[in-house]
């Protein structure tokens, strides 16, 4: 059974930065795509940002692009998600997540297999 699990949310203010951090309980280079999530109240989970493990290529969504960065430590097995200059909009629950499926859209959540407890975000504006 694989773990993922977060760390690093908590509340700031707009304009400020947060670390989110993810460590995986087997090596994340078996996995295709590592990606985080958010879901906000009375929304749906989106996509914020993912990883693909073959060349290391990165994607994100529009609403994040320029803000927010995400890494990947196979050394330590571990996700990182850097987020700049939050927005009273960024306010979620964040979710790890991982697959080995390599095809398929980076930001569908149902073609991830694994995923972590989430870490709540909040951002007073």
């Known amino acids: 059974q694989v773990r993922l699990v977060e760390s690093g949310g908590g509340s700031v203010q707009a304009g400020g930065s947060l670390r989110l951090s993810c460590v995986a309980s087997?090596?994340?280079?078996?996995?295709?795509?590592m990606a985080w999530f958010r879901q906000a109240p009375g929304k749906q989970r989106e996509g914020v940002a993912a990883?693909?493990?073959?060349?290391?290529?990165?994607y994100y969504s529009g609403d994040v692009q320029g803000r927010f960065t995400i890494s990947q430590d196979n050394s330590r097995n571990t996700l990182t998600l850097q987020m700049n200059n939050l927005k009273a909009e960024d306010t979620a629950i964040y979710y790890c997540?991982?697959?080995?499926?390599?095809?398929?859209?980076?930001?569908?959540?149902?073609?991830?297999?694994?995923w972590g407890q989430g870490t709540q975000v909040t951002v007073s504006s």
């Open positions: 087997k090596a994340t280079d078996d996995f295709g795509y």
């Open positions: 997540a991982a697959r080995k499926l390599r095809l398929g859209s980076w930001s569908l959540a149902s073609l991830y297999n694994y």
């Open positions: 990883r693909y493990s073959a060349g290391g290529t990165a």
